[in-house]
């Protein structure tokens, strides 16, 4: 059974990136265009309209696999000062202060910077057509998860 799931892994991270990256554009897309029952933010609204900018185009290219773990990480940073600066001054956990989301997603997006965008994304696909001298295809030259190194 394990062996199974092992396999599975790989996969199992990229269905997780695209939904993380799915609800993360579709923040970015309501906050800055006041769409799926949000008031838009004015253009250069600090912080709200850096952090739609960031969830929109941060989303996209997570729900894709493009230059999916350096994205993941902004995306990460910007979610735990979002949870920092907004907030954290109305209650000590995310319960009280309406923080679930930035934190899940604060978590979520460090995940996928430490774990990699796993399969079915188009930066396997590029670096694939990059890759030269036997590269497996992965983003940055990396290794999928599950994936061993023959010695």
């Known amino acids: 059974m394990s062996g199974r799931l092992d396999r599975a892994q790989p996969y199992a991270l990229g269905l997780f990136r695209i939904v993380v990256g799915l609800l993360f554009t579709c923040h970015g897309v309501a906050t800055l265009f006041g769409v ?15 952090a739609a900018v960031i969830q929109l185009v941060g989303g996209a290219l997570v729900l894709t696999g493009l230059a999916a773990r350096p994205v993941a990480l902004v995306s990460s940073g ?31 997006f460090l995940l996928i910077t430490v774990m990699g965008p796993g399969a079915l ?31």
């Open 36 to 50: 799926l029952g949000m008031r838009a933010v004015p253009v250069g609204a600090w912080p709200g309209w850096y």
């Open 78 to 108: 910007s979610m735990a000062f979002a949870y920092f600066s907004v907030h954290q001054a109305h209650g000590v956990l995310p319960l009280q202060n309406g923080g679930e989301a930035a934190v899940f997603f604060c978590w979520a």
């Open 121 to 151: 994304g188009l930066g396997r696909a590029q670096g694939a057509a990059r890759a030269t001298g036997g590269g497996d295809g992965a983003e940055g030259g990396e290794r999928p998860v599950g994936d061993t190194v023959a010695a």
